[in-house]
């Protein structure tokens, strides 16, 4: 059974500090990753998505992978209490018809 | 970026009634969308995989007679929640897969079900 596994957290940062999310995933035939940020009665947004090891940046974000040892996380710079939310980690197979594995997330608060 | 749209954004029924939720992709066509439900504090659930033309795939505990599921077209899919209890008082989302960006998938703002 494919299984992504998230710290529920909740993880709290003071504003201006680096936020840390881990996101391990136990299918090696993942392919894709995601990351979304859900706010409290709101739907899920995508804030990035990774398919090769290494980093990936995007503004106060990075997604970094690593396949050999099935991990991907996501690094929030300069952190904001507008970014307390919660952040999903979604895991992909490649191509076809396929089912997206979310973890349970992680709660994340940003103090002032 | 891609939209999806879901109607209602709200509803609240008497136990024993039908409701019905509709999920489209405004501006690409999808020929897959999923269908979750999410309890307050809790995390998301996959009810269903909705394929155009195709019956659906429900998961495991979720019972298809229950929530109906229709993708008629590459724009739209349905859900339909039969005879409603308290106990589906929930948050119903849909989501669309596109194809061409690697499967990302792109939500609808959800549907907060009440049943009284």
């Known amino acids: 059974q494919k299984e992504v596994e998230q710290n529920s957290g909740p993880l709290s940062v003071p504003e201006g500090a680096i936020a840390s999310l881990n996101c391990t995933y136990s299918?090696?035939?993942?392919?894709?990753f995601f990351w979304y940020r859900q706010y409290s009665g709101k739907s899920p947004e995508l804030i990035m998505f990774i398919y090769s090891n290494g980093d990936k940046e995007d503004g106060r974000f990075t997604a970094q992978l690593n396949k050999a040892s099935q991990y991907v996380s996501l690094l929030i710079r300069d952190s904001q209490p507008s970014d307390s939310a919660t952040y999903l980690c979604a895991v992909n197979q490649a191509g076809g018809s396929y089912i997206p594995t979310f973890g349970r997330g992680t709660s994340l608060i940003v103090h002032p | 970026g891609a939209v999806v749209s879901q109607h209602p954004s709200r509803v609240i029924c008497k136990s024993g009634t039908s409701v019905k939720i509709e999920c489209r992709s405004l501006d690409f066509q999808a020929t897959t969308m999923f269908w979750y439900r999410q309890f307050p504090k809790k995390s998301l659930m996959l009810m269903a995989t909705?394929?155009?033309?195709?019956?659906?795939?429900?998961e495991q505990g979720v019972e298809k007679d229950k929530f109906l599921i229709n993708h008629a077209s590459l724009t739209l899919s349905t859900l339909t929640v039969t005879s409603a209890h308290p106990e589906d008082s929930s948050f119903y989302i849909c989501s669309a897969s596109s194809p061409i960006s690697y499967n990302e998938q792109f939500f609808g703002p959800g549907t907060r079900l009440t049943v009284l």
């Open positions: 909705s394929n155009e033309g195709s019956k659906a795939t429900y």
């Open positions: 299918d090696r035939g993942s392919q894709s």
